[in-house]
């Protein structure tokens, strides 16, 4: 579709507005915020029929939620993931491999969360898919994607990790680039995953930190304002934008739907789909550390899951109430809605120091 509007705009002046990322980019949100708006109570009403008892609640979770939330279907992704992939087909360009890439691994990891999903419907039970099976697929996705980022770049720029705060060094990994990479994506995609488990808790923060990606991207893929920022320029990237931007209208779109009581969950099918975008994205533009900053919640929410488990298997004692940290507040008496908003304004903060790198050179 975009490689039309391009031609057309050749022989039609106003046309050439299809060519800036700006226009496209908010273009691309529209989309996909209208396409969930417009097509998200039939998919809800059909995952309902089709769920019966909706997802499965832990019962080793907060017990409030055994009542209150049962029923409630899941793979609620899919409608994020359908308005993105429809918004991306219609604006993004298609040829850039760095879009490719990204779109691979959210596909990837949508299917391995929507198999993930289906297993705890079926079955109900909140047990899914074989954790190790599911982490190898992970890795051989993002494997595989990483790959392809460090040959579609200059070497050694393209395996080389960049530094927050210092505009002149790179540290070359060359070969552990791609392990490296992996881990960064397969972490993120499972760290979303952890942090939805209360009603609108990851959506928001994705959403936050896809506009600061956006924001990234757009800037170091454009030479100019790269080199005035003193950042390091990565000829391509400025397209993902497009994608952040679809996903910012897809997390509207659903947030409609999940803001509580929520009528739907996003379940992993989306989690993981939006954590391993959001990772790859990071690892495109070389912002890997930065990601630690403005990902800063999700890494909070990760680490209280290993910090737990370490925990109780060494010691036989639990550092929190419960895990993931959500669940630690609502157990000390913080309500749902209290949790959630937050923690979306720590993660607002969080974004605005990730975005300070960009300047502080």
């Known amino acids: 579709m975009l490689l039309l509007l391009t031609e057309l705009s050749d022989a039609i002046p106003g046309f050439n507005v299809f060519r800036y990322i700006t ?4 273009m691309a949100t529209v989309t996909a915020m ?18 019966g008892k909706g997802q499965p609640i832990r019962e080793d979770g907060p017990q409030s939620h055994i009542i209150a939330k049962a029923g409630t279907p899941t793979m609620g992704g899919l409608m ?13 360009d298609l040829t850039n491999p760095y879009v490719q890439t990204v779109i691979f691994v959210t596909f990837g990891f949508g299917a ?8 705890k419907v ?5 047990k899914g898919f074989s954790g190790k099976v ?3 697929i992970e890795f051989l996705i993002a494997g595989l994607a990483c790959f392809y980022i460090a040959h579609s770049g200059e070497d050694p720029f393209a ?9 002149d060094f790179l540290l070359n990994l060359g070969y552990f680039f791609i392990p490296f990479a992996a881990f960064v994506i397969v972490g993120t995609g499972n760290a979303v995953n952890l942090t939805d488990g209360l009603d609108g808790l990851a959506i928001v923060p994705v959403m936050i930190a896809m506009g600061s990606f956006g924001f990234i991207a757009y800037l170091s893929g454009n030479a100019i304002f790269a080199d005035y920022l003193q950042i390091h320029n990565v000829a391509g990237t400025g397209e993902l934008a497009i994608i952040c931007g679809a996903i910012i209208g897809a997390g509207l779109g659903f947030l409609w739907f999940n803001a509580p009581p929520a009528a739907i969950f996003m379940g992993d099918t989306g989690s993981l789909g939006l954590g391993g975008a959001l990772g790859t994205i990071a690892v495109a533009t070389k912002h890997e550390i930065v990601l630690v900053i403005i990902g800063g919640l999700f890494v909070l929410e990760a680490l209280s899951v290993i910090i737990q488990v370490f925990s109780y298997k060494t010691t036989g004692k639990r550092v929190f109430r419960m895990a993931p940290i959500h669940h630690h507040f609502e157990q000390k008496g913080w309500t749902e809605p209290q949790v959630v908003i937050r923690f979306w304004i ?9 975005l300070t790198t960009l300047k502080l050179r």
């Open 23 to 26: 226009f496209r980019g908010g």
């Open 112 to 119: 391995i969360g929507f198999y993930d999903d289906y297993l």
């Open 122 to 126: 079926s079955k109900q039970s909140h």
């Open 159 to 167: 395996t080389s990790l960049t530094i927050p705060f210092v505009k």
């Open 80 to 92: 994020i993931l359908a308005g993105l992939f429809v918004s991306v087909f219609l604006w993004a």
């Open 34 to 51: 209208l396409f969930v708006f417009l097509f998200g109570p039939s998919i809800i009403k059909r995952l309902r029929a089709r769920q």
């Open 134 to 136: 599911r982490l190898a």
């Open 346 to 354: 720590i993660a607002f903060i969080l974004a605005l120091i990730g």
